[in-house]
């Protein structure tokens, strides 16, 4: 019902920036508060941001805290991440998601994905 595609990813040397965007359609984003989650090789996929449906409160991990930021277009129905100060350990694949409501943090919080976007953060 909701489909969700992730870009902006690419190849960034550390210290720099990326503004990822993800797009919905199939259904309006208004409603529902959204999440952005990472997941390197062997690694469990990570929690990074959650916007509220309004856009009004937010919350980060503490490794991003400071460094990113998440906002919401509801007019265009688009979710963004803007990453600064890009660290090697940011590299990963990101991905966008419906949050389904009992949980902001957590993978099983959401409902749809994104098919992901990649972020590499060279040295």
């Known amino acids: 019902q909701v489909q969700l595609v992730e870009s902006g990813g690419g190849l960034v040397q550390a210290g720099g920036s990326l503004r990822l965007s993800c797009a919905a359609s199939?259904?309006?984003?208004?409603?529902?508060?959204m999440g952005w989650f990472r997941q390197a090789p062997g690694k469990e996929r990570e929690f990074v941001a959650f916007?509220?449906?309004?856009?009004?409160?937010?919350y980060y991990a503490d490794s991003v805290k400071g460094r990113f930021t998440i906002s919401r277009d509801n007019a265009k129905n688009t979710v963004s991440l803007q990453m600064n100060s890009l660290k090697p350990e940011d590299t990963a694949v990101y991905y966008c998601?419906?949050?389904?409501?009992?949980?902001?943090?957590?993978?099983?919080?959401?409902?749809?994905w994104g098919q992901g976007t990649q972020v590499t953060v060279s040295s």
């Open positions: 998601a419906v949050n389904r409501g009992f949980s902001s943090t957590a993978p099983r919080g959401y409902s749809y």
């Open positions: 916007i509220s449906s309004s856009g009004v409160s937010t």
């Open positions: 199939g259904r309006a984003l208004s409603s529902y508060g």
